[in-house]
């Protein structure tokens, strides 16, 4: 299907940090404007670009999303100009980006293709000024929930004081958020101090977030009503998600079967002909994200905690990770147990063999369980992953949370009780029933009509119409 300049509604910049936790849901939106007549072209960086195998991707309902490039200051990062600290490439990312992302827009009008406007990652503030240099439409999108976005910006505003003193210490509290215990808050709330930089990358959302004309919230509505609704009288709140693949929800885009851009490649063929070797609901699917570092310990303990279980189980371990895997436990559990370096998650949660999900609780693996309908184990590491999974447990009641010992370690009993809990325990039928009822929702809030699916048709004839 070729598509002419002319046939989209509006030409837009979609602007996602380095990650494919923010790679992933910031495309598939892409697909739903393009879907809608938007043309989306992808920006990332140029070092990533260059290891591209394409600068297009097809879509076969609306303008192909093009991706190009922008410098952040490291473009020949395969040539050893690695930043000396995440701090260093952030500030070069600011300084570099700002003034690429402003030559970029420049040429593309001088193209006859102009841009009407960027939506751009929480994490990347920055943007938005970019935006205003050229008059632009400015759309700032939120990859995690509204609840931990609600905590930041309260946190931002010094409406909660850090450290946590007096009434926080014992409970944290948003509007139309459910009290949290410390250890329930997001990492950097709970462990003031921790990770210091990201602290203020976190905090940097809110730097300018009033002068946003849109705020798009990687959710849908039913999940966070209540904040939702707290956070839509301070801005132009829109709810657009679950961005999962339309295959696995109303399959109106044809052929969204992937998100389509991997930063790391994932072995399909090997886990599919694996799990096809299985019974149903029989596998224990592990991962822990393209960004947690687990302890060496904490290693032992899954793997033990795994083997102990009887249950087959499929373990995605980067290579970067695979060191700390204890000897022999690959070739000891060769029948129970598979280990790869990367796996297409959609299609591992997809299977019937896969039983239940024990995950650090990222926003969008959470969000795949719920449309997928898998049961979770929780075993948060940091950021906001504590407070995904207080809402797994107790507010959609759609897992457990695995609880830590003393040197904040899941050992490998209690691994197994989680894992027993979820997949055939006291608990598991209200679980599936409560899966059920989420995933039903996650796909009617995209489906035609849906709460999704209306904001993004607000969206896009606001954008039509500039």
Known sequence: ??????????????????????????????????????????????????????????????????IRSISDGYDDDSGGSHPESIAAYLDSLRVNGAKSLAQLIMRLNDEGDPVQAIIYDG????????????????????TQSCTVNSIYYHVQRGLIQL????????????????????????SFVHTYGSYPFWFDVILGQFSNIDQADWVLCNIFYDMEKEVVDWMAKLWKVRTIGPTVPSYYLDKRLEDDTDYGLHLLKPDKTLCKNWLDSKPKDSVVYVSFGSAAELSNEQFQELARGLKNSDLNFLWVVRESEQAKLPKGIIEENSKQGLVVGWASQLEVLAHEATGCFVTHCGFNSILEALSLGVPVVGVPQWTDQGTNAKFVEDIWGVGVRARVDDKGIVQRKQLEECITEVMEGEKSEEIKKNLSKWKKLAKEAVDVGGSSDKNIDEFVAYLAAC
């Open 123 to 142: 994490f990347l503030p920055w943007a938005l000024d970019v935006a205003r240099q050229f008059g632009l439409v400015a759309g700032l999108f939120f």
């Open 163 to 186: 450290p946590l003193t007096g009434p926080d210490l014992i409970k944290v509290s948003v509007p139309g958020a459910p009290e949290l215990h410390p250890f329930e808050a997001p």
């Open 1 to 66: 299907m070729e598509v002419t300049k002319q046939a989209h509604k509006a030409h837009v910049l979609v602007f996602p940090f380095i990650g494919q936790g923010h790679v992933n849901p910031m495309l598939q939106f892409s697909k739903r404007l393009a879907f809608k007549g938007i043309k989306p072209t992808l920006i990332t960086a140029q070092y990533i670009f260059k290891s591209m195998q394409t600068t297009t991707i097809e879509t076969q309902f609306g303008p192909p999303i093009q």
